[in-house]
C-alpha cells in the first residue's frame, strides 16, 4: 500500500479556561487527546460521536485552524505542525472545509460570485476574467445555474447555500476536504442531494475526506472507514462495511443500535447510564467507563489501547473487553 496522503500521530488539543474573580485559577478542556490514524488518497473517513466529543475540534486542528498542542500532521510527508504561517500558506490550497451551517459560513454582504472567488483571489490564480469563469464552471459542477453568480446567500436555500460552500471549498483543486456535518442543518430530502453531489465530486477529483457527523446511517453511505470518538478520543476505528456489523467497543454498539430503524415492535435500547463526563475532568482510566455496562476495576485504573482486535488488522478497538 502506499503511504497515506494524511498520517495523524498523537494529535493533542487543549483549551485553556480560567475560573476566578482575577481568572487566577486556569484549568483545560481536554478537547483531543493523542489521536492516531491515517487517511489514503481518495478515500472517505467517516468521523461520529456525540455531540461534544470533540469532533470538529479535531477537523479544524488538522488544518491548523486551532493551533494542536502536541502531536505530528504529516500531509503528504510533509509535517505541517511545524511549518510558519508563511510556509503553510501555500499549503492551504490543498486543504480545505466544509463547514457545519450554511447560513452563518457565507457572508451575507457579499454576492455568491464574491464568495466563491475569493480563495483564488487570496492566491492570486487567474485574471478577473479568468477568475469569473471558473466561478461559473463552479456553480455549474455544484449544481448551481450560472446567473447565481450575481445573487445574495439570503436569496438561496439551506441545500443550494450549502452548495456554495462546497464549490468555495473546492475552488482551488484541494486534495483534502474536512467535512465538518455539512448535512446536520439541512432537510432530510437535501441531504440525499449533498450526500450524491460529495460522492461525485470525490470520485471526479479523487479527494480525499475526513466527514464528521453525528448520524451514523448517513457515515454508513459514504465512507470506506469509520471512527468512533469518545470525550476526545478516537474509541474504535474499521471499515465501514465490519463497523455496523461487528462492532467490538461497547459505545460503538450503542451507537449502532440506537440508529432508528423502519421496524414495527422493535425494542429500543436502553439509553446509556449517566451523562458524557466534562472533558475539563476526564475519567481515569477508560473514560467510558462510567458509562459502560460491563465495564470492571481494570476499565477504572488503566487506560485501553487502540489496538488491532484478533487476527484482522484494520478493525481496530480501545477497549479491555472488546468482543462482538
Known amino acids: 500500500m502506499s503511504d497515506p496522503l494524511l498520517r495523524v500521530h498523537n494529535l493533542r ?3 485553556v479556561q480560567r475560573s476566578g474573580i ?12 493523542n489521536i492516531s490514524f491515517d487517511i489514503q488518497r481518495g478515500e472517505t473517513l467517516g468521523l461520529v460521536g456525540e455531540s461534544g466529543c470533540g469532533k470538529s475540534t ?3 486542528t488538522l488544518l491548523r485552524l486551532h ?5 505530528e500532521i504529516i500531509f503528504d510527508g510533509t509535517d505541517i505542525r511545524a511549518l510558519s504561517r508563511a510556509d503553510m500558506r501555500p499549503m492551504r ?5 466544509i463547514f457545519q451551517d450554511p447560513y452563518d459560513s457565507l457572508n451575507s454582504r457579499h454576492t455568491i ?21 471558473a466561478v461559473v464552471e463552479l456553480l455549474q459542477k455544484v449544481g448551481l445555474p450560472a446567473n447565481s453568480i450575481e445573487r445574495f446567500p439570503h436569496e438561496f436555500s439551506g441545500g443550494q447555500r450549502q452548495r456554495v460552500g462546497i464549490a468555495r471549498a473546492i475552488a482551488l483543486n484541494p486534495d483534502f476536504v474536512v467535512c465538518d456535518e455539512p448535512l446536520s442543518a439541512l432537510d432530510v430530502s437535501v441531504q440525499a442531494q449533498i450526500i450524491n453531489l460529495l460522492l461525485a465530486l470525490r470520485a471526479s477529483m479523487n479527494l480525499s475526506l475526513l466527514f464528521i457527523s453525528h448520524d451514523l446511517s448517513v457515515v454508513r453511505h459514504l465512507s470506506d472507514r469509520v471512527a468512533v470518538m469518545y470525550l476526545g478520543e478516537i474509541v474504535e476505528l474499521a471499515p465501514a462495511a465490519s463497523i455496523y456489523t461487528e ?8 451507537l449502532i443500535a440506537s440508529i432508528p430503524k423502519p421496524e414495527p415492535g422493535r425494542i429500543k435500547p436502553a439509553p446509556l447510564v449517566g451523562e458524557v463526563p466534562s472533558p475539563l475532568h476526564p475519567p481515569s482510566g477508560c473514560r467510558f467507563h462510567t458509562r459502560c455496562p460491563i465495564a470492571q476495576d481494570i476499565c477504572r485504573a488503566q487506560k485501553p489501547e487502540l489496538k ?6 484494520a478493525h481496530r478497538a480501545a477497549c479491555h473487553f472488546a468482543k462482538p
Do not use: C, N
Open 113 to 133: 460570485g464574491d464568495i466563491i472567488e475569493e480563495p483564488l483571489l487570496v492566491h492570486g490564480i487567474g485574471s478577473a476574467r479568468e477568475r469569473r469563469v
Open 58 to 60: 479535531l477537523g479544524k
Open 93 to 97: 490550497k490543498r486543504l480545505q472545509m
Open 13 to 15: 488539543k487543549y483549551f
Open 67 to 71: 493551533e494542536p498542542d502536541a502531536g
Open 308 to 313: 488491532i482486535i484478533a487476527s484482522d488488522s
Open 247 to 254: 462492532a467490538r467497543h461497547p459505545y460503538t454498539q450503542y
Open 22 to 33: 482575577f481568572k487566577q485559577h486556569k484549568s483545560y478542556v481536554h478537547a483531543v487527546e
